[in-house]
C-alpha cells in the first residue's frame, strides 16, 4: 500500500500507545484515508531515516514523506480537501486546544501513568525509556507515579475546560468531531492502552465523550489491546 | 443610536472592568458595528428589565435584545454574516478556548485582583459587591487576595497552553484575532482596568499578544482608564 503510519508499539505490535501517533491515526480515519499502520520501537530509528528524524508518527504517502502528528493533520488537510474537514475553520485556530492536550491533559498524565509503560516493551527498549526518561524527571519511573491516586483529583480538576464544554456539545468540535478532539484523546488512548488506572469518574461528561470517541470510525480505538479503562 | 451595548462601570462611567462586557465590544468593533456604550452599575437592576433578566453585557439592536456574552457573539456572527467572520470554522469549535477562559484564567484572577475593585465602586455598588463575592468566596475579599504575589508563579505556569500557540502565532485565531482572543484577553483588560498588580512578565510571548490586543481597532482596550499594567 502507498500510504504507511509508522507507530509506536509495544512487544505486542498491536499494542499502539504513543498519544501523538493516536492523533495521526484518527485524523487519517476521519478522512476516510486506508493506510498500513506499521509498528515501530524506540529501538529502531534508523528504520526511520528516510524521514530524517527518528521520531513518530512519520507518514509516507506515495512520495511523500512527513513527520510530526501536527504536520501530518496539516499535510492531510492540504493534500485531501475533499475529504470531511479536521480543521473548523484554519489549523491554527485549533492550536490553543492542541497545546492545551500538549502542555496540561499530557504533563498531568505522562506523571500518573509513565511506570506503566515499561512491561509493555522489550528488554532493549525498556533500557531506552527508563534512562531517557528518567533523565527527564530526574528520579525512578516508580518515584514520578508514587501516589498516584491522590492527585488524580488535581487533574479531574484540571479538565474543568473540557468538561464545561462537552456539557455544552458531544465533541469539542460541536455536533461531530474535530482534530481538536483527536489531539486530546490521543492522551487518554496513551492512558487506557499502558495503564489499569482509572482516571475519570463514570458520570463525568469527559467520560462520556472518551466513550464517543473509542465508538467513532467502527470502535477503531476500542479495539486496540488496552489496560480497558 | 438603534444599537446600545450595557457595560458594567465604575462610578467614573469610562471605567468599564467586566470581563464579559470586554468579549462584546471587542466583538461588536470585530465585526466594525457601531454601538452606544451604556453605563449600567450593579445596582441598576430595574434599568435592564426590558432583556428579562439583570446582567450584562445585554446588547439591544433595533428590536432585538441579546444578553450573555456568547450568546451576543453568535448573535452578531448570524445577523452580520457579511461582516469578518467572529468564529474560524463555527461558534461551537471555539467553545473550550471561551471555556478555558472561564474556568481557569478568570478563575485564577479574580483571586489576584477582587479586592482592588471595591475602590472603583460607589458605595451601594461596594456593599452589593462585597456582600455577594464575600459570600460567594466565604471570606473577606482581602483574605481573598492575601499574598497573592506568592500565587502569581501558579498563575503563570497555568497560561501555558495560551503561552505555546503565542509563540507559533500572533493571535488565538492565526494570523489574526478571532472570539477566542477576546473572551480571553476580557480577563487581561478586567485586571488591567481595576488592579495595579503586574501580572505578566514583559518578555512573556502573552505580553507581547496582550499588546496586540490592546492595539486593535485604534487602540480601543488601551484607551480605557485602567491602572496601565
Same mark, same amino acid.
Given at each position: ?8 508499539? *509495544?512487544t505486542?505490535?498491536?499494542r499502539r500507545?504513543?498519544?501523538?501517533c493516536? #492523533?495521526?491515526?484518527?485524523? !487519517?480515519?476521519?478522512?476516510? !484515508?486506508?493506510?498500513?499502520y506499521?509498528?515501530w #520501537?524506540?529501538?529502531?530509528?534508523e528504520?526511520l531515516? +528516510?524521514?530524517?528524524?527518528?521520531? &513518530?508518527?512519520?507518514l509516507r =504517502? $506515495?512520495?511523500r514523506?512527513?513527520f510530526?502528528?501536527?504536520a501530518?493533520?496539516?499535510y ?5 480537501p ?6 473548523? @475553520? ?5 492550536? +490553543? ?7 496540561? !491533559?499530557?504533563a498531568?498524565?505522562?506523571?500518573l501513568? &509513565?511506570s506503566d509503560?515499561?512491561?509493555?516493551? $522489550?528488554? @532493549? ?7 531517557s526518561?528518567? /533523565?527527564?524527571?530526574?528520579?525512578r ?12 483529583? %488535581? ?8 468538561r /464545561?464544554t462537552?456539557?455544552?456539545?458531544p +465533541?469539542? *468540535? $460541536?455536533?461531530?468531531p474535530?482534530? *481538536? ?5 490521543? *492522551? +487518554?488512548q ?9 482516571l475519570?469518574e463514570a =458520570? =463525568?461528561?469527559?467520560?462520556?465523550w472518551?466513550e464517543r470517541?473509542?465508538?467513532?470510525? $467502527?470502535?477503531l480505538a476500542? %479495539?486496540?489491546?488496552s489496560?480497558?479503562?
Amino acid at each position: 500500500m502507498a500510504r504507511v503510519l509508522y507507530e509506536l508499539a *509495544g512487544t505486542d505490535p498491536a499494542r499502539r500507545f504513543s498519544p501523538y501517533c493516536w #492523533r495521526s491515526r484518527m485524523a !487519517l480515519a476521519h478522512k476516510d !484515508l486506508e493506510a498500513d499502520y506499521q509498528p515501530w #520501537r524506540f529501538t529502531e530509528a534508523e528504520s526511520l531515516a +528516510f524521514s530524517g528524524q527518528a521520531k &513518530v508518527p512519520v507518514l509516507r =504517502d $506515495g512520495e511523500r514523506v512527513v513527520f510530526d502528528s501536527g504536520a501530518i493533520a496539516e499535510y492531510l488537510e492540504r493534500i485531501y480537501p475533499d475529504r470531511p474537514a479536521l480543521f473548523p @475553520g484554519t489549523p491554527e485556530a485549533s492550536r +490553543f486546544i492542541v497545546a492545551w492536550a500538549d502542555t496540561v !491533559l499530557n504533563a498531568h498524565l505522562v506523571r500518573l501513568i &509513565v511506570s506503566d509503560i515499561p512491561q509493555w516493551l $522489550g528488554e @532493549g527498549e525498556q533500557a531506552y525509556f527508563r534512562s531517557s526518561r528518567e /533523565a527527564r524527571f530526574g528520579k525512578r519511573l516508580e518515584e514520578v507515579t508514587e501516589g498516584r491516586e491522590t492527585r488524580l483529583p %488535581a487533574f479531574r480538576a484540571a479538565l474543568e475546560p473540557l468538561r /464545561a464544554t462537552l456539557r455544552e456539545q458531544p +465533541f469539542l *468540535g $460541536g455536533e461531530a468531531p474535530a482534530y *481538536g478532539d483527536y489531539a486530546v484523546f490521543g *492522551g +487518554f488512548q496513551w492512558a487506557r492502552v499502558v495503564s489499569p488506572l482509572v482516571l475519570l469518574e463514570a =458520570d =463525568d461528561p469527559v467520560a462520556g465523550w472518551r466513550e464517543r470517541m473509542l465508538d467513532l470510525f $467502527g470502535g477503531l480505538a476500542r %479495539a486496540t489491546p488496552s489496560c480497558g479503562t
